[in-house]
């Protein structure tokens, strides 16, 4: 890859060919997915619902541009929204949140936002100002300003919420930061603190959301009524797509003019949408829920007790498999590529596995029980 910027440390073999759960590289070796590339081919690489809708709007146009009314984005964002809510569309994970960080200035009129040590909220200036993580900022300051961080967790971000504030933005389980849940008394008390103050409470559900934790957002679990929601990664199952949604009552900041994207809500990427979100059904959700259950009894029996694995966090198919130092993540996954599955790391030493939600029982197990072999 001697003409590509070495922004990423790859690992040496090129994924040429997906089938179902499965992965193939260039030299032929076949691997059981447990990463949906990072949380997002969650239906896995043939699905056929996703295939043929896909398929069919390439042959009737890729793209326009949003100057035209788009019958394909009115029925994602249908899919993705309930009766008080608007979607906007862009390409990603990090433009949602770019969208959401300007909504709430230009909404509230206030420019202050509380953000989380150890978040993630993506790469570009306005979301990178919101990630809590020194190794991802280091280098590029001056960042945008008047963003203030807390602990994760921790009651003292509530008393830091008051009407100074434009909005707080927080993932209720911190993806890369290490998988991470939050706590839901914790959650509801921020929640509070921002309706009383009038302050805007987004959730990043850009990891966690489209099924992920077994619900169709994670929030769903805490009991929340967040003013925005931000998806991206799985809602397009390796489409190029991401959303912002949020209340009716923002749409008075948000008029012509104001925000925009040539690709947003291209129709290609709404064509996969589509698919998704017409297979993401309650009983979709129940599936996913059902094999979680035997997964986590399966990782509490068999992995918790390794002396290496200090602990196991996470919610339905968002797992992280927390190693003492005596091990390193990247030899883990290298160990484990050369068994024949792919695995993923976060923060702080931790194993994280994201595997398709279509995943069956028996391939989870045996999965697990690579990782088993691996770390014993
Ligand atoms: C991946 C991720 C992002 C960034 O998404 P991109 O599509 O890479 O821009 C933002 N927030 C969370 C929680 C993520 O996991």
């Known amino acids: 890859m001697e003409h590509v910027f070495p922004t990423y440390a790859r690992f040496p073999f090129d994924l040429v060919e997906g089938h179902d759960v ?3 590289d260039n030299n032929n070796k076949t691997y059981l997915d447990f990463t949906s590339g990072i949380g997002v081919c969650s239906f896995g690489y043939s699905n056929k619902v996703i295939m043929e809708k896909v398929e069919s709007q390439l042959h009737k146009v890729w793209h326009i541009s949003n100057l035209y009314e788009s019958q394909i984005q ?12 608007l979607a906007f569309f862009c390409n990603s994970g990090t433009e949602a949140n770019e969208a959401a960080f300007k909504l709430a200035h230009k909404y509230t009129g206030k420019t202050t936002v509380l953000a989380f040590n150890n978040g993630f909220h993506g790469r570009t200036y306005g979301a990178m100002s919101l990630t809590g993580n020194p190794d991802i900022q280091k280098g ?3 960042l945008v300003p008047d963003v203030e961080f807390a602990d994760y967790n921790d009651e003292k971000a509530v008393s830091m919420i008051n009407s100074d504030l434009a909005a707080v933005i927080l993932e209720v389980i911190q993806g890369e930061g290490g998988v991470y849940v939050a706590d ?3 959650l509801a008390d921020i929640q509070k603190a921002c309706h009383d103050n009038s302050v805007l409470l987004i959730i990043d559900e850009v990891q966690t959301g489209i099924g992920r934790t077994g619900t169709k957002f994670a929030y769903e679990q805490f009991d929340l009524d ?3 929601i931000t998806s991206a990664k799985a809602l397009g199952n390796g489409t190029p797509i991401g959303a912002m949604i949020g209340k009716k009552k923002l749409a008075s900041a948000f008029g012509p003019g104001t925000h925009g994207t040539t690709f947003g809500g291209n129709k290609l990427s709404m064509a996969a949408a589509n698919g998704v979100l017409e297979q993401l059904t309650p009983e979709f959700l129940d599936s996913v829920q059902a094999k979680s259950t035997l997964v986590w009894k399966q990782l509490n029996d068999e992995i918790k007790p390794l002396p290496v694995v200090t602990d196991i966090t996470g919610l339905g198919f968002m797992i992280g498999i927390h190693l003492d130092e005596s091990v390193n993540v990247s030899d883990i996954i290298t160990k484990l590529h050369h068994e024949g599955l792919l695995t993923l790391s976060a923060k702080h030493n931790t194993l994280r596995l994201l595997p398709p ?12 029980e690579k990782i088993k072999q691996v770390l014993s």
């Open 22 to 24: 499965y992965l193939t």
């Open 74 to 85: 009115d029925e994602v964002a249908d899919q993705l929204t309930n009766d008080d809510q």
């Open 140 to 142: 590029f300051f001056p």
């Open 184 to 186: 839901k008394a914790w």
């Open 226 to 228: 967040p003013d925005i």
């Open 357 to 368: 939600l279509i995943m069956d029982e028996d391939n989870l197990s045996k999965g697990i």
